[in-house]
């Protein structure tokens, strides 16, 4: 008998009791409920340096990686919680670095002064 391919391997996988019991877990639906962060984050980089919050986005980046920790701690490992969690790491030091060149390192004096 040959060995199924990829895609028949998938489908028995999708197909599976064990794969629908995942879906109605927290373990799915905990991190898929978390993606309205990073992606809030990643919008947000369009929008003025000057509507960055320094305490929420040090706070963001704090929780971030406190859960990027839980998520590789806790049994079974979570590695979507941990995708998450280092896409908004991503997106909030991006935010610091924005909210720390235009409030202390001259972004704000070279925004003013015309060109």
Not at 76 to 101: D, I, K, S, W
Request: aromatic share 14%; with cysteine.
């Amino acid at each position: 008998m040959a060995t199924p391919n990829a895609t028949q391997r998938l489908v028995t996988y999708v197909t599976s009791k064990e794969f629908r019991t995942y879906l109605m877990s927290t373990h799915f639906w905990g991190p898929v409920a978390n993606w309205g962060l990073p992606m809030a984050a990643i919008a947000d980089t369009r929008k003025s340096e000057e509507l960055i919050s320094g305490n929420m986005t040090l706070a963001l980046s704090l929780y971030s990686i406190l859960f990027m920790r839980f998520a590789v701690k806790v049994q079974p490992r979570n590695m979507l919680l941990f995708a998450v969690h280092a896409t908004n790491e991503c997106a909030q030091l991006y935010q610091g670095y924005r909210y720390m060149n235009y409030h202390y390192w001259g972004g704000k004096e070279k925004k003013a002064t015309p060109a």
